[in-house]
């Protein structure tokens, strides 16, 4: 079946801890998403890659990375200097702009 | 600015009660607007696209609506396994690449 794989399900940084999220899709969408979601509040957008080797800024990208070497994958590095990371963060993908969003089923990541 | 506010936050209903969730927006340019359902611990799953004023779309007891100014999910008859989060987002002309998503409606169905 196609879909959305997003890996570890839970994870758990250390203070000065660089962690990163995995992202693969065999949809074959060409748009990729990272999404972070706190409770109470709506999805906000990290970063977001429309074609392989290219992405840009979301709404939130200080204390994040990502790369996009192939167009199935779209891992997300929340890095050290991210200081309230706590939270579940949430792959998706697109066939193109302005398409519906398929989701994965996150990854809770919390801190030591 | 682009924004989504839905209402109400939380809302309990007993099996079978109908009721309605609405999400108001504020876009340049409405190109699409999107309802998800979220079941805790699980991504956002999709329900409904709407492009334009009067249009509706139906899934079993969901129902969307769509005005210049916001929308409805209409819920008929509900069952327990309807308890979710419902989320609904917006595409704008003017935010390219980027849906602008609501904080969500949390619905639990009592039995």
């Known amino acids: 079946d196609g879909g959305i794989t997003q890996s570890p399900k839970y994870l758990f940084r250390k203070e000065g801890q660089n962690v990163t999220l995995s992202c693969e899709q065999n949809l074959n969408h060409d748009a990729m998403y990272w999404y972070r979601q706190d409770p109470g509040q709506g999805l906000r957008l990290i970063y977001y890659s429309q074609i392989v080797n290219d992405f840009q800024k979301g709404d939130i990208a200080e204390g994040y990375s990502v790369s996009r070497e192939k167009k199935e994958s779209f891992p997300l590095t929340v890095t050290s200097a991210q200081k309230n990371p706590t939270a579940f963060y949430l792959c998706a993908s697109s066939l193109g702009q302005r398409e519906k969003l398929f989701f994965g089923s996150g990854t809770q990541l919390s801190v030591l | 600015e682009d924004q989504v506010t839905q209402s109400p936050e939380a809302l309990r209903l007993q099996e079978g009660e109908s009721s309605s969730l609405n999400c108001s927006y504020t876009v340049s340019g409405l190109r699409g607007l999107f309802w998800y359902r979220q079941d805790p611990g699980k991504g956002p799953e999709f329900l409904f696209t709407l492009y334009s004023a009067g249009e509706e779309k139906e899934k079993e007891r969901l129902k969307a609506t769509l005005t210049k100014k916001e929308s409805f999910l209409h819920i008929t008859a509900p069952k327990p396994e309807d308890s979710a989060t419902y989320l609904c987002?917006?595409?704008?002309?003017?935010?390219?690449?980027?849906?602008?998503f609501g904080q969500g409606t949390t619905l639990q169905v009592k039995p």
């Open positions: 987002a917006v595409h704008g002309s003017s935010n390219t690449g980027k849906l602008i």
